[in-house]
């Protein structure tokens, strides 16, 4: 050393003591840049959740009264005994356990619509609430791009939210994918336990829970006999066993719906299945699946890449995350496509909620694990930010379209019709939601004429479709009253043939070749009343019903008026 460097050491200025601790307590540039993307990442997890809860919000207060699906879960709720619930449960799509907690619920809260309605926005929260609980129990950060699909599903916004199991059950097998794949995490007694919980609650509220378990815990065992963890695989075989034991007692009811079912049965194909399933993933048409499919691809070119560069992952761990997501994906869509070309039904958007549901989560655990890159993190970030704010303009016709105008309907036959005059519903179905809103003087009946209009009694239309006159009673009651001076109201309205065809008249079910399709055979006996009140009427005129013009209805449950009067 120097004379000179001594003499520079010597003259350097030593740091005083508070300069020496903010050197030591600043953490690294790279530690804030992670502390402030994390914090980002959080925010705008939050701020899509709070936009998810507006258009919910918005959708709960646009809903109006409950359509026939609703009206006939909440009838049934209401049923005298649990007994009564017991008997009739299999009329509708959800084991007892879903009624009797909208009977409890009703019980503290009352039967009221926006009460109901209250009931689906509660339902609603517990779903977003669940991918948080999912983030915490992975421990893989905010739950960013399945909340971002989550906004986008009008299924989700629109059939989650009504008085049906579907949003209780997708709240709940969200809860399956995260409760049983903590497992992977931590195999303890308290885990295990939430996990048996929430498994036997899932398939208690929605029985379609069942495929998804079984595509759950396959692809959890797998996961664990890859490791050679046979204990904990046993683990997981008896929480599913349990849960499916627990489903045993309604064989019976179920088995004896087959006897019915018919009815609503169809020839589902594969490519049908699939495009339902599309629309299920929200509107408006193609574009929210398009969003879908290039989620997928990005998240299996980053996987794949993951996997080539290195036969030794960073985290062993994460890697595990990712092929249960995926198995959970790949399992869930075999086992739904499966249970549902079993079922024969023909199926609705609700249908898909609780899959979609689920492969959101198990997304939002893909994309999680794989976002190990600053850049990675933050494309996650922009597109769960980008999907959030688009999330409005992209619902915002589904959302705000009324469920039925049934009930309006009702109230207008209500307030016109006399106590002599003669309400007639169409198609049957709507009895459903006409029995709770109707309150006037005027007896009413439904084509053809069902004797239960509580739930769906598919069993009692299937006797009217084999019998050789079933419309014969309300066409003499239309008769007497047009005949008496009175007024024949027709929920529904007319539906007339072209003229020079006339009525559609088959046989007994199932010697057309429409089999047992009840749709054909309303619409054919509708005809048939169409053309018998035009014919022997002097009068067949709409009769206005009390909406606004600009009001939106959904397609499912919109009706008309026509009243009738005078005979010759």
Wanted: charge should be positive; include cysteine.
């Amino acid at each position: 050393m120097t004379c000179n460097d001594c003499a520079d050491i010597l003259t350097e200025r030593a740091p005083t003591s508070t300069e020496l601790v903010q050197t030591t307590d600043r953490p690294p540039a790279g530690v804030r840049r992670r502390d402030l993307l994390r914090r980002l990442e959080c925010g705008v997890a939050l701020l899509v959740s709070i936009i998810i809860i507006f258009l919910v919000v918005v959708r709960v207060t646009h809903a109006g009264a409950l359509w026939r699906d609703e009206c006939a879960v909440v009838q049934l709720a209401q049923m005298p005994t649990m007994e009564d619930i017991g008997r009739n449960f299999q009329h509708e799509a959800f084991p007892p356990l879903f009624p009797l907690i909208v009977r409890a619920y009703m019980t503290v809260f009352g039967s009221s619509d926006a009460a109901l309605r209250a009931f689906g926005f509660l339902v609603a929260c517990l779903v977003i609430t669940a991918f948080w609980i999912n983030s915490r129990l992975f421990r893989n950060g905010p739950p960013l791009v399945g909340l971002a699909l989550l906004s986008l599903n009008t299924t989700f916004l629109v059939w989650g939210t009504t008085i049906r199991g579907y949003g209780l059950g997708s709240a709940l097998v969200v809860l399956m994918f995260g409760c049983v794949g903590s497992l992977l995490v931590i195999t303890n007694r308290r885990r295990i336990i939430a996990a048996l919980v929430v498994c036997l609650l899932g398939v208690q509220v929605l029985l379609y829970n069942s495929v998804l378990l079984i595509a759950i815990g396959l692809s959890a065992g797998a996961m664990f006999l890859a490791r050679h963890y046979l204990k904990q695989a046993l683990v997981i075989l008896a929480i599913c066993a349990a849960a499916a034991f627990s489903l045993l007692p309604y064989i019976p009811a179920y088995l004896r719906a087959r006897d019915w079912n018919i009815l609503v049965r169809g020839t589902p194909t594969a490519y049908s299945l699939w495009k339902h399933f599309e629309v299920a993933l929200g509107n408006p048409g193609y574009s929210v699946p398009t969003v879908w499919y290039f989620i997928a691809v990005a998240l299996a070119g980053v996987f794949i890449y993951r996997l080539c560069k290195s036969s030794r992952p960073e985290n062993a761990l994460s890697t595990h995350f990712l092929w249960y997501s995926t198995l959970v994906c790949g399992l869930s869509l075999a086992g739904c496509y499966s249970f549902l070309r079993l079922l024969s039904y023909t199926t609705s958007a609700w249908y898909y909620l609780a899959l979609s549901c689920v492969i959101a989560a198990a997304v939002d655990l893909v994309a999680s694990s794989l976002a190990t890159k600053v850049w990675l993190r933050i494309i996650r970030v922009g597109f769960a930010l980008v999907i959030g704010i688009g999330a409005p303009f992209a619902n915002w016709s589904a959302i705000t379209e009324r469920q039925t105008n049934v009930d309006l309907a009702a109230r207008t036959v209500a307030a016109h019709a006399a106590a002599h005059d003669l309400v007639v519903v169409v198609p049957w179905q709507f009895g459903i939601p006409f029995q709770r809103y109707y309150r006037g003087a005027a007896p009413w009946m439904t084509i053809p004429e069902i004797a239960d209009h509580q739930v769906h009694r598919y069993d009692l239309m299937k006797v009217k479709m084999g019998s050789a006159h079933p419309i014969d009673d309300v066409a003499e009651a239309a008769r007497s009253a047009l005949r008496s001076g009175n007024r024949v109201w027709l929920v529904g309205g007319l539906n007339l043939p072209k003229p020079e065809e006339g009525p559609m008249i088959l046989p007994p079910a199932p010697a057309s070749r429409f089999k047992w399709d009840n749709r054909a055979y309303t619409a054919a006996w509708w005809q048939q009343l169409s053309v018998f009140v035009v014919v022997h009427s002097n009068t067949v005129a709409p009769a206005f019903l009390a909406q606004p013009d600009s009001l939106r209805i959904n397609e499912l449950e919109q009706t008309s008026l026509a009243v009738a009067t005078g005979w010759r």
